[in-house]
T-cell receptor
């Protein structure tokens, strides 16, 4: 079946630095991927929609200059958290529709801790 | 916008059935999803139901959909300790299947 892979699964970075999270579709082409964020004990909130070959669409309240999304190929979308602060510490998870367009699969998620 | 609501906590005895409920507001959704999240892990797709169906059964899982009342439920038969997790219902919003999640129901299974 379709598999979406994220890397890294856990990352610790210093405040003020940038960190990149990768989301790959392993056996299908994903023209659209979605990035979510989950704070501890909360539900997942959609951050942005990543479109291959074009600019991402951000949800209200999400800073596009802080959370840079690049979807340069049909199998890879990246989320870069720039100038990270401790309040950016969260669980970031991507998802994509499979090739049938019926099923949404999620990556394993990435735990970001900013110290 | 889409609102998806779930009860936050459910405690059941091992071997009993668990029923997790979800209500949503957007009536245009085509597929509705249930995901499972174990502690410290990502999301696992459990099952989904198409909006023209009333029921879908998959082994121990039964999904019921009342489209008129916009109510979705997930029944887990013979609940086991390994079923302890947070269960999210999710409803697509818009043409790209962006998912709107409920707050999640934490299922605790005790002996």
């Amino acid at each position: 079946g379709a598999v979406v892979s994220q890397h890294p699964s856990r990352v610790i970075c210093k405040s003020g630095t940038s960190v990149k999270i990768e989301c790959r579709s392993l056996d299908f082409q994903a023209t659209t991927m979605f990035w979510y964020r989950q704070f501890p004990k909360q539900s997942l909130m959609l951050m942005a929609t990543s479109n291959e070959g074009s600019k991402a669409t951000y949800e209200q309240g999400v800073e596009k200059d802080k959370f840079l999304i690049n979807h340069a190929s049909l199998t890879l979308s990246t989320l870069t958290v720039t100038s990270a602060h401790p309040e950016d510490s969260s669980f970031y998870i991507c998802s994509s529709l499979d090739s049938s367009g019926n099923t949404i699969y999620f990556g394993e998620g990435s735990w970001l801790t900013v110290v | 916008g889409e609102d998806v609501e779930q009860s936050l906590f459910l405690s059941v005895r091992e071997g009993d059935s668990s029923v997790i409920n979800c209500t949503y507001t957007d009536s245009s959704s085509t597929y509705l999803y249930w995901y499972k999240q174990e502690p410290g892990a990502g999301l696992q797709l459990l099952t989904y139901i198409f909006s023209n169906m009333d029921m879908k059964q998959d082994q121990r899982l039964t999904v019921l959909l009342n489209k008129k009342d916009k109510h979705l439920s997930l029944r887990i038969a013979d609940t086991q300790t390994g079923d302890s997790a947070i269960y999210f219902c999710a409803v697509p919003r818009g043409g790209y299947n962006k998912l709107i999640f409920g707050a999640g129901t934490r299922l605790a299974v005790h002996p």
